[in-house]
């Protein structure tokens, strides 16, 4: 059965609706290309600060790297100065980004206490100043990612929704969960289909979509247009490309054997090891290994003995040893 539609977000046509959140610390350009490649309707960038990206300092540039595989590409900023997060909203523009996603979701004390993130749904006439300066900054669509509301007694969403519809924004996607319940408790997806209703625009569900009948679950409860994967992405790049199929009405795609997953793993390495130095790259991808590797037997103590390892040779080895075993059985 079609659960998924194209949707259009602005002049940009999204065939298949499933799009990969951004996250911190997560979605770089390495873990990016790779999910675009087994299948992403769309990715977005990690969570950029408006200041850091008008200063260009090295980690926002980074943060702002994009491979032409992944067009259209959409970049997420943060911030809440109008002001400023307009002319980083220009600069991406500039740098070829074809979205620009505002953030007034991330609950993180850090952003909080900035201001920005989810921060400004407890302000609504600065966050319809942000909408405004922003979508009146650039020629290409703007986007907002939002929460339920600060706390359960201000669930405002569909309140911001209609503002930021009103404004120009073209598509929002929504947690369901507060600021206040960080990521405690369990997405509320029935909550978001008040949004839905309450305006014209695509509407993405998000939060708690780790697996096919989560996505179909989110999407029969909320009434939304398409599906946001985050977490439920660690470790399995290709989720998105079966939700893809499967709600699309291809028919379901298995997960890949262990001898790509385990190509898959160090291609990402390789790149991580490119983009960030061999220092920074073997500390980050580490978690990444971890997700990768769960729930296989030892995993664990291979996960510690790599968590000391800082010679990222000797962890590819370690790697394709612990596989072996595997990938000799599928070879005969």
Known sequence: MTELKPISIGPVQIASPVILAPMTGVTDLPFRKVVKRYGAGLTVSEMIASQAMIRET???LQKALWDPAEEPVSVQLAGCEPD????????????????????????????????????????LPLAAALIEATVKAVQVPVTLKMRMGWDHSSLNAPELARIAEDLGIKLITVHGRTRCQLYKGTADWAFIRSVKDAVSLPVIVNGDICSIEDAREALRQSGADGVMIGRGAYGKPWLLGQAMAELGGGGGKPDPELDEQLSTMLEQYEDMLSLYGTHTGVNLARKHIGWYTKGLPGSAELRNKINQQDDPRVVIEMLREFYSPWLSRAAA
């Open 58 to 60: 090295r980690q926002s």
């Open 84 to 123: 400023v997060m307009a002319e980083a909203a220009r600069l991406n523009e500039q740098r070829g980004a074809a979205i620009i996603d505002i953030n007034m979701g991330c609950p993180v004390r850090k952003v909080v206490n900035g201001d920005a993130g989810s921060a400004l749904m407890r302000d």
